[in-house]
């Protein structure tokens, strides 16, 4: 048994030893091909020469300096990068070291902008039932998890929740995609009518659902609409990149794809691509113009902000992505997966649905077919299918449905985008028996 408080108590890890590539290997030597990037995290895989090389290098130099004292070349280097990119007016990064850091400072700094346009009364977030965007009891509070939420309630801020986007399983028969993405969306317009919009403060999802629903991209036209009702009732939309963003589903950003423009956004894993904690929030002119011209003071901070090493690293990740074209590969990459997990799964009686974006892609897991009817989620089917995937040398990001039983389990994948077609066909060869 080890000492570390694992997730699991008296979980029975095995050892990680050693990375190159799209491989890790335990300490028998066994090699395990990493198709979930961990937990879409590893964009590059392992052991990648030039982000360790600026790692080294900034060490060297300065491995950190406190963001009130200082800021760094780095630092302001990766901001820009980011802001170049970004959609709209998103030019001002805040560095913090993780997923849920970054949703507390976006939940916070939507706040504190109310307070200081004179609407203190909007103290209430609008989310999307199963979603999640933290573990912190702020980020806990906006996400829509039954089964996360209940140990902790009452939790800190008045959240609602509205129904995701999931055409698999909501899309009416007679509908069009395009109608079933509007009524949708509508949802969020009744739900301020009736809780007051005047009382809101932003609406907060994923752009493409990770880990809670498995890859689920918006259908065409959700997000505009999505937009139009919060310009309309004056709420912030903030778009929770943490797991679809850093070009995980083709283009740095998720939502490019969606052509609209967010006031907050979030990001972490990929940034970082497990090299170094980190993650951050970009705000929109507009927020920062508000508390600039206000206080002139952003009421949160953090004692890692903006570490000069974490910086370095993630630079040099956005270098790889651009001058090694290895965000380039995600697109191409993303179709040459689809096609393998629709030739071999695409007949299987336990697959309802194959999805996704670019190198993010899920399987949904059905009972039966036919009446998509889920597997109890009392069968462990997501334990169970991690850990022989783990035995074949697979790592795979199995997640069990929805505590009240109404959505099949699903499989994440998101590999390395560094992953070529041979370990695409031992991706799909192990996850089949896995199955
Ligand atoms: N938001 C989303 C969408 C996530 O997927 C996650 C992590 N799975 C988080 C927030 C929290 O990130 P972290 O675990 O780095 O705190």
């Known amino acids: 048994m080890t000492q ?86 998103l030019n001002h990064v805040y560095f ?18 109310f307070v200081e346009t004179g609407e203190p009364q909007r103290t209430r977030f609008i989310a999307r039932r199963q979603s999640y965007h933290g573990n912190t009891l702020g980020a806990l509070a906006v996400g829509g998890n039954a089964w996360r939420r209940a140990p902790f309630s009452p939790l800190l801020m008045p959240a609602e929740h509205i129904a995701p986007c999931y055409p698999y399983r909501d899309q009416q028969p007679d509908e069009s995609l ?11 317009e009744q739900r301020l009518l009736t809780v007051g919009p005047e009382t809101v403060i932003a609406f907060i999802a994923e752009p493409v659902v990770g880990a809670t629903a498995g890859a689920l991209a918006p259908v065409e036209g959700y997000y505009k609409r999505i937009r139009e009702i919060c310009d309309r009732y004056g709420i912030l939309l903030i778009l929770d990149e943490v797991m679809c963003g850093m070009g995980r589903t083709g283009t740095l950003f998720a939502h490019e794809q969606d052509g609209i423009e967010a006031d907050l ?46 910086m370095a690293g ?75 995937a ?15 039983g109404q959505r099949g389990h699903h499989i994440l994948l998101a590999p390395p985008f560094i992953i070529n077609e041979e370990q695409l066909d031992e991706l799909t060869d192990k996850l089949y028996q896995a199955v």
């Open 178 to 188: 395009h109608d079933y993405g509007q009524r949708v969306a509508n949802e969020l």
């Open 96 to 113: 913090v070291s993780g997923g849920s850091e970054a949703v507390e400072s976006a939940l916070k700094l939507a706040r504190q902008y």
């Open 314 to 388: 993630s630079l040099a990740v956005m270098d790889a992505f651009e001058k090694d074209g290895v965000l380039a590969r995600v697109a191409p990459m993303g179709e040459a997966l689809d096609q393998r997990l629709r030739n071999r799964f695409g007949d299987h009686p336990h697959v309802g649905d194959i999805r996704g974006r670019g190198l993010f892609q899920a399987l949904e897991l059905v009972h039966n077919r036919d009446s998509k009817k889920p597997f109890d989620s009392r069968s462990k089917l997501d334990k169970r299918i991690k850990a022989e």
């Open 265 to 310: 956004v979030t990001i972490a894993k990929g940034l970082g691509a497990g090299y170094q904690p980190i993650g951050a929030m970009l705000a929109s002119d507009r927020i920062y113009d508000a508390i600039s011209e206000g206080s002139g003071f952003f009421q949160h901070g953090h004692t890692y902000m903006a570490h000069a090493t974490a």
């Open 390 to 404: 783990m035995q074949l040398g697979l790592m795979c990001y199995p997640m069990a449905g929805t505590i009240d």
């Open 4 to 89: 570390v408080f694992h997730r699991h108590c008296h979980s029975d890890l095995p050892f990680a030893t050693r990375g190159e590539g799209a491989y890790i290997y335990d300490q028998s030597g066994k090699a395990y091909l990493d198709a979930s990037g961990g937990a879409a995290v590893s964009c590059l895989g392992h052991n990648h020469a030039g982000v360790r090389a600026a790692l080294h290098a900034q060490i060297d130099q300065l491995a950190y300096a406190h963001s009130s004292f200082f800021t760094t070349e780095v630092a302001e280097n990766l901001a820009s990068r980011l802001t170049d990119k970004a959609p709209g007016s």
